[in-house]
């Protein structure tokens, strides 16, 4: 997993609610045993026409848009399945970070997994922040990961909460499954235990 | 004395391998479920690094998302290209690892959250994770289930655990009985009416009261599975005598001494009287009516005897969002939700793909025929499940009413396979979403009970399935 410390780039703006994991990568997409090449079919259905023509007004074909880092959005964005396609589509497109008022609790944990940034940050400040990202290409955003900040292209800095733990595996791009591995001895006692007090389990 | 508890509360302590200062949790996972398409990217990851499955005698795998569910399904040309490596890789996998495995060609086959309970597999107090969203639907046996992404999978594959933090504790309660010709489904679409499609979000739920200790297991799943489209991960309910009675006898649960050991743990799987509740929400059984949804979130519920909303009736970003959805689904506000017109009827899913969701439907179109025109199929959630219903003479029922009786798989609740909607085409449906796309591009659905889909399928329009019945609303 590639680490997130800080970024400084293009934020696009879509302002709906309820984005869900069908919309960033409908389920024809899903077919594939690999983990990339996601990005060109990310919102497939909102950004291309049926004979594959772009959409032009959908936001990542706009020109200001199309290698935007960031997406900030409206409340629940990623709600829908468990399928990790969706951060892998965004990671695959280029995105590294999402900002929001709320995220679908498995999407936001799949993020983490894949060294994207999900940021919850109230209504109030959602909307300075999308009104920056409308002003296009030359309004850059920069979230930082280390000081727990986004600011705007015109200096207005938000700071944001996020899990140590979670913060820690991404400022550093480790491995969850390092990590517990090292604590096997904890896991074998564990099913040392159940074996005598759940031995149906 | 110990502080008084939720279920969930319980179920978590004696999960708990190890907590971290932060609070942070590695989490034991006693059941793991595997589908072909959150899972071949884990394996892969397995190889890669060189490790194997933990604990394979507690791995389940089955095919069900891209498997065609037509009889000639034993070709392998039924299913596309890439259909047929996803499935492929899971026989590999499954054969590689060592992991319990269901293939399309076994009886037992179908979708994993009904083969998980029938095979029992699924016991209260258990914790399950499965690399899809609806593995809510376990949390009716009392156990806490949810849904994982990928590398989880891998992450629980290698480790047999999860890192989680704990969630909030968030009451359902439905008071009293449900009125004739409500389901389990209208129960489970009215709580979503109700809080929002991210009002769980951050919040395991546990749904109580009289209607739902009224529920058989069957129904109770069907509140469970979706949880997750209210926001939350997980829903559970209380075990009760229902519970053991539908467990007893399953192929992988406990007998003899280990049993009774079982039951009586089982029996101490309740939320104590005094536990803390951070959100409750309690619903009265006789208010709810039989509900379809009308756009494009499950939240967009409302009674059929109701009329399409405004845009302006909402508030905030809901506003353009629903225009959006009545754009997309081609209703005009005002219009009565039962004047709606439908092309298609598809009942099955893990919501809505066992034995008594299959029983209400037959019920309603016993003797009849669908509508001239409508397309009509039933997609049984198992092969146990399709040949229960075949000797108890429901698959004649169907066959007789004009629908297509086929094989199971998740079909086109998500459309992975050959079931899709065309552009503009509407369906009523038993499944789970109503996004834009998910039951083909272009598709419109309309989510419901069993025995609401069959009645649309009697008239060829959103029906009150009291009116079938003879019942006064």
């Known amino acids: ?201 | 004395m110990t502080a008084p508890r939720t279920l969930y509360d319980k179920i978590w302590d004696d999960h708990v391998v190890h907590q971290a200062e932060d609070g942070t949790c590695l989490l034991y996972i006693d059941r793991h479920l595997v589908h072909e398409v959150t899972s071949p990217q884990a394996f892969e990851g397995l190889r890669m690094t060189g490790r194997t499955v933990r604990a394979p005698e507690k791995t389940i795998a089955v095919p069900d998302h891209n498997v065609p569910t037509t009889l000639d399904r034993a070709n392998a040309a039924t299913m596309t290209e890439d259909s047929r490596i996803q499935v492929d890789a899971l026989d590999k996998n499954a054969k590689d690892f060592g992991i319990n495995y269901y293939p399309v060609s076994d009886v037992r086959q179908g979708i994993v959250h009904i083969v998980g309970p029938e095979q029992g597999w699924t016991l209260p107090g258990m914790t399950v994770v499965c690399g899809d969203s609806h593995t809510a639907t376990h949390g009716a046996f009392g156990s806490l289930a949810h849904g994982i992404g990928t590398s989880e999978v891998e992450h629980v594959l290698a480790t047999q655990t999860l890192i989680q933090r704990k969630g909030k504790n968030m009451k359902v309660e439905i008071t009293g009985s449900l009125r004739p010709g409500v389901t389990a489904k209208d129960i489970t679409l009215s709580v979503i009416g109700e809080t929002g499609t991210a009002g769980g979000t951050g919040y395991v739920i546990e749904y109580c009261g009289q209607a739902i200790r009224e529920l058989s297991m069957e129904g109770r799943m069907t509140v469970c599975n979706m949880a997750i489209e209210g926001g939350a991960r997980a829903g559970l309910i209380a075990p009760d005598e229902k519970t053991f009675a539908y467990c007893m006898g399953r192929p992988h649960a406990p007998k003899g001494a280990k049993w009774e050991a079982a039951v009586a743990y089982w029996k101490t799987l309740f939320s104590d009287d005094d536990a803390h509740w951070d959100k409750v929400v309690t619903l009265k059984g006789e208010d709810i009516a039989p509900v379809v949804t009308w756009g494009t979130s499950p939240e967009d519920v409302l009674p059929i005897t109701g009329t399409v909303p405004a845009a302006s009736d909402f508030t905030g970003g809901k506003v353009e969002a629903a225009q959006r959805s009545l754009d997309y689904m081609g209703l005009t506000p005002g219009m009565k939700l039962s004047d709606i017109k439908i092309d298609t009827v598809f009942i099955g899913s893990c919501t809505n793909g066992r034995i008594e969701d299959l029983r209400a439907a037959a019920a309603i179109l016993k003797g009849k025929k669908k509508k001239d025109g409508i397309r009509a199929m039933v997609v049984p959630g198992s092969g146990l499940v399709r040949a229960q219903a075949e000797e108890e003479g429901l698959a004649q029922i169907f066959i007789d009413a004009g629908f297509e009786w086929r094989l199971a798989g998740c079909s086109m609740c998500l459309a992975m396979n050959p079931d899709q909607l065309t552009p503009g085409e509407r369906c009523a449906a038993t499944s789970n979403r109503n996004f834009e796309g998910r039951q083909g591009r272009g598709g419109r659905t309309h989510l419901m009970s069993p025995a609401m889909a069959a009645a649309a399928a009697l008239t060829g329009h959103l029906t009150d399935v009291r009116e079938l019945m003879g019942e006064t609303v």
């Open chain 1, 1 to 201: 997993m590639d680490k997130f410390t800080t970024l400084t780039g293009i934020a696009a703006p879509m302002p709906l609610v309820n984005i869900d994991t069908d919309m960033i990568i409908p389920k024809q997409f899903l077919k594939t045993i690999q983990r990339s090449g996601l990005g060109k079919n990310l919102f497939d259905e909102m950004r291309y026409t049926q004979d594959g023509a772009e959409i032009p007004d959908f936001v990542l074909n706009q020109p200001a848009y199309r290698s935007a880092e960031i997406i900030v959005a409206g409340d629940n964005f990623g709600c829908g399945s468990s399928r990790e396609h969706a951060p892998w589509a965004l990671l695959d497109f280029g995105i590294r970070c999402v900002i929001a008022t709320s995220f679908a609790d498995i999407f936001y944990n799949n993020c983490f997994k894949n060294g994207i940034l999900p940021i919850v940050m109230p209504q109030d400040v959602v909307d300075v922040l999308m009104a920056d990202a409308r002003r296009g290409a030359n309004a850059r955003m920069t979230v930082d990961l280390v000081a727990q900040t986004v600011t705007t292209s015109d200096g207005q800095s938000f700071g944001f909460e996020v899990d140590s733990h979670r913060k820690h595996c991404l400022l550093n791009g480790l491995d969850d499954i390092g990590l517990t591995l090292e604590k096997a001895a904890a896991i074998d006692s564990y099913e040392a235990r159940t074996a005598t007090t759940r031995p149906w389990a």
